[in-house]
């Protein structure tokens, strides 16, 4: 498993659960880096009991459904409890399939550019097949009305392509053709960050 990864996938999980404590995250991890989780079907997965973080069963079910999740623990003795809480089953769950995604395969291109304005325009037919992310960073503000930004922005989609997209950059429009090759999801993910 790669840190950079992991690091992004706990990130994920605290932004969906900004309330929840440390201990909390750092139990998730424990059951996700022991690999305690496995797939079982779709939306369906088993998390192996750890007795270090008071698991009284060897194994918890966790489903997904209707856009929320359930485990099994929430029918033991403790249920009432928990089951208005997310347990760290769940969140083991959630961390699997956080890294999951990020480590799975797209096909993207990079463009590099350093603008005042700037616009990547890519064919409507497009849209939706294709998707572009974006990180805009300033160099340059000592002209606080017009300042020059570094952009970064990755063309991806779920399968191979070649296109054409036009790009503008302070008045100068350029054709670009465009090879989509495979990478993973994460670069998409850490470009969010900057
Ligand atoms: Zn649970």
């Not at 999980?13 to 305690?36: C, I, Q, Y």
Request: aromatic share 10%.
């Amino acid at each position: 498993m790669s840190r950079e990864l992991i690091d992004l996938a706990i990130e994920r999980l605290r932004e969906d659960f900004p309330n929840k404590s440390r201990s909390w995250v750092r139990r998730a991890l424990v059951r996700f880096m022991k690999g305690t989780v496995r797939e079982f079907s779709e939306n369906v997965w088993v998390v192996r009991g750890l007795p270090e973080l008071g698991d009284k069963y060897p194994t918890y079910v966790v489903r997904f459904k209707d856009g929320k999740y359930y485990c099994s623990c929430f029918e033991s003795s403790w249920g009432l409890r928990r089951r208005s809480e997310i347990c760290t089953h769940i969140a083991a769950v959630i961390l699997y399939r956080n890294y999951r995604k990020l480590d799975s395969e797209v096909y993207a291109s990079v463009i590099n550019i350093e603008c005042v304005d700037y616009y990547l325009e890519i064919p409507s037919e497009l849209k939706g097949k294709v998707k572009v992310a974006k990180s805009v960073r300033v160099v340059d503000s000592s002209d606080r009305l017009n300042p020059r930004h570094r952009v970064t922005y990755v063309v991806y989609s779920s399968e191979p392509m070649e296109l054409r997209a036009k790009l503008v950059c302070d008045g100068d429009v350029r054709e670009l053709s465009l090879k989509l090759t495979r990478t993973r999801r994460y670069i998409i993910e850490l470009l969010r960050q900057s």
